[in-house]
């Protein structure tokens, strides 16, 4: 009998060992073919050397991209980013366990207030353009564009519209379905704020999911779906779905960019903790994040560049380390050097 | 032989019921195996040309090209080493407790016995926010490691104690009485006896239970798993994020490149786990010849 228990708990032991192992008996290994793992393991700073970041779903992807390539040249800073969303990943920020929340909205009102009772301060850094696209399936062969005053009278909240031709006489008659991200997004506080003209209200027969392929998956297998997401799902996912011109202005980096696509192209945002700036990783990396870097980044996740002339104006409004929001009064379609460059 | 013409006809009637749902069993049989197939046929379809060992033991990107997946396997590794070296522990002792010493049954004991039942049921995501309030808000833990690995403990233990506990009943009474006729303890009974015939039983009720527990994904994503880490996880309060984290994040990206990747990782994942089971069946397997001599 004694055997048997001997099997069992070397058989545990050897289990765990075997895990264990395999962690430390393959590190160095891993370390080995990327040297930046082998310095951090050695020269790593005392606790605080972590940046961390959280926030918007949306700007994840920039953010963690840029955080890649500043790692690459900083291996003895940590990096940390999660996408809760920016309503959630503001809370944190105010909770103090963030250096970074990223946003795909400007912050609120009683965010704001929050912070200030924290004695949190913050400042405000607009990263990148994304341009809410409004997508049809590409078996939809009678809309080519909608009016903003057509979209409000599909979206808004009192809406009865089920078929296409009450939004364009001059659509068929086949009934239209409604798509598009849940209220946690920043996304959909943006389209139907600059819509409906009333922040969160929308339609009742709405069907709101959480994640974006989900949505353009849903446009994709339905002829009459209609439904509104960020520039980038709809440019990696061209072949699955179209996307409507609003205004007569379709959705593009350029039109993004120099604001035609009004009203629904929107800034992304960072919003950095003073206090973190304070410490030196912190303060490199959101230079870094306004340099070049943060350019490329944009691009690899494609998002639209902010124009030269914003991203200067930005950078000046970084090192005048001014804090609070500049985006209160502004209106969705407003240029961000009028924002950014007034003193 | 003649045979009632009515009753030759109910017999026909039978047999082709019999036949009938003979038929349908075997649909429903096969079903589950087409799908499986079909499935696991896609995913290594579309994830087989990325795995290579570079893409396991890179570090992680969010360009779908460059990017590894070794901090998630790290992560992985660690919540389930961590799991396991806590929840054995209190999950064989609970069932020993319950099994061996607990001979009154009292209404504290059945409550307990009644409570383990339930939670066993529970959904994952439960006990998500049960970690996040418990582990991070009262305990200040943060979005560690072991945040994760103490929530995972809670999603497991009610299915060590009764999978502990089956295999503690499994051992025949005289095994105990004979031990303690020749005037062992107790406890000596336990050790010596019980605990060592069980053990098979108890050894693949754990391996399952950890095998649950690194494919769990919701009760991770609440205590803050993360999406993204530039460096493997060093201590207990370090971020982290783990395999079905990141299969997730990839799963749900604009774009298509990293839908292979999140198959490529599914792959990964599948392995492991087959490898957790058969190390399972396998010790199962040597412990019952073993206790057969």
Redesign the interface.
Known sequence: ?????T??IS??LA??AL??C??KG??P??AS??P??TT??EA?PAAGS?I?IDGSTTV??IV??L??DF?KENAG???????AGTGSGFKKFAEG?LDIATASRPIKDDEIKTLTEKKIEFIEIPVAYDGVSVIVNPGNTWAKNVTVEELKKAWSKDSTITTWDQINPSFPKEKVTFFGPTDNHGTYEYFTEAINGKKNEIRKEYQPNQ????IVTAVGGEKGAIAFV?Y??Y???KDKVTALTVGGVAPTEATIADGTYTPLSRPLFIYVNKKSLERPEVKKFVEFALGEAGNTAVK???YVQLPQDVRDAIKAHFEAAESGTKMKDFKPGQKLTDVYGKK | MTIDPALAKNLASRKRKDKIFQVVCQLAAIAGVILLVIFLSKIFVDGIGKLSWKFITDDLSNRAKRTGLWPAIVGSAYVMVLTTCISVPIGVGAAIYLEEFNKKKTGLTNLIQLNIANLSGVPSIVYGLLGRVLFIVVMGLGQSIIAGALTMTLLILPTVIIVTQEALRAVPKSYREGSLALGSSQWQAIRRQVLPNAAPGILTGIILSISRAIGETAPLIVVGAASYVSSLPKGLKDSYTVLPIKIFDWANESQEEFHKVAASAILVLMVCLLAMNSVAIVLRAKNQANAKR
Not at chain 1, 77 to 83: E, P, T
Request: charged share 20%.
């Open positions: 009998m004694s055997n048997t228990r099997w069992v058989g545990l289990a765990i895990i264990g395999g962690d393959t590190t290994e891993g073919s990327t930046t793992a951090t393991g790593k972590t961390s994840f992807p963690s991209v955080a890649e790692k800073v940590d990096l940390v980013v999660n996408k366990n994640e974006y392929t989900a960020g980038n799902y440019i990696e996912n690899d996740s494609s």
